[in-house]
């Protein structure tokens, strides 16, 4: 059996939808309900209003009333009808823009998505209280004046993970909208000590109406980047192909639903990518790739990382992720574990 390489993200539509929380017990609607009564004491039980009380009163009973006592047969007891509160219509949902499920009705859930749906399409304000601190916490420039195919202009800021202050609580707002996202599991300790964040700003238009610039920028896209050691080289179609039959029996399955496949021996790889994301109305603009070049070209100082060379790697990409890998990369993009120790 082939050894199967830990799945960090991606084929999401295999998984479950992850909700923002869990479903509320007053609001969702559970497969099975649970009865405090077994069934057959229940069936006894009507939810239909009592029936009135029969008033004993002095005057003598109808003549009809009469004939009916005085049958053989006992009176036939009234039939009551189970009634049940149908809880079947499901309460949970999940957004087709952000793709979050959340239990509609409940308002903590509901909260949650539209906060996080607004930063999945539009993406997180970076403003004056955190340019304040750049300084403070080294913040680097990276690249500015960088033009998207849109004619907007946008700039590329890197720092590591321990920055505190504004500047790592907006952080750690980015990196859970990034988990949501990609319903990932959130990135450990050992991964982030190695790492270093690139984003990618944009100027903010004050409102949808106005184009105007206005002083804050706004995050549109992130890269986190990760010291590694080792990587696998993705298996070409020669590879995959009928007469590469032999050949296909050693490679290790990734994603079988975008048909990637790598080679198994590890091969020496400087930098990883464990987490890439672009708000989605800005992708196609070029932010990803600006974005990884910019951390190729500086994760190691002085040192130019080139992934047609196979010196950066992904971790299982999303669909998205690996059309990315495959033009920016030129093909050269590996593959490999997000938890790794370090030679
Ligand atoms: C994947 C993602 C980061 C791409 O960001 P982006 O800024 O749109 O990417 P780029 O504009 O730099 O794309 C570069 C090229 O990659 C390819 N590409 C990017 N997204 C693609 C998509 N959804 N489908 C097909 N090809 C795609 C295209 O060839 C594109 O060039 P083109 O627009 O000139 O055709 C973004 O779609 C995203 O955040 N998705 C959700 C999270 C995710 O899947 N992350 C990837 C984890 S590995």
Known sequence: MTPRVKRTY?????????????????????????????????????NAPPAKKQHHTAKPPAKSQLKTRKGKEPPKQKKFTQLHFSLDTTVLRTCPLCDLSYTKGAPDDESLHKKHCVRVQRGLEWGKDEEREVGKVGVEEIATGLKLKSGVKGRIICFRPDVGGKIGAKLTTLLETIR??????????AVLKHSKFYLFLL????????????????????????????????????????????????????????????????????????????????????IASHLLSAAASTFILGCPLDPAKGEVAFTQPTGAGKAVLEVWGKGGVRIYEEEQRLG
């Open 203 to 286: 100027p903010s238009t004050s409102n949808s109406t106005n184009t105007a610039p206005s002083a804050r920028e706004t995050i549109v896209g992130c890269v986190i980047a990760q010291r590694i050691s080792t990587a696998m080289a993705v298996a070409s179609d020669a590879d995959l192909s009928p007469s590469g039959a032999r050949t296909h029996m050693s490679l290790i399955s990734v994603d079988t639903s975008t048909n990637l496949y790598v080679r198994p021996a590890p091969l020496p790889t400087p930098l990883g990518i464990p987490r890439l994301f672009v708000s989605s109305s800005h992708r196609r603009l070029g």
């Open 10 to 46: 991606g084929s999401r539509a295999a998984r479950p939808p992850i909700p923002s929380s869990p479903p509320s017990d007053l609001y969702s609607s559970p497969p099975t309900l649970k009865r405090k009564r077994p069934l057959a004491d229940s069936a006894t039980v009507s």
């Open 180 to 189: 949501l996202a990609l319903s990932s599991p959130p990135l450990s300790r």
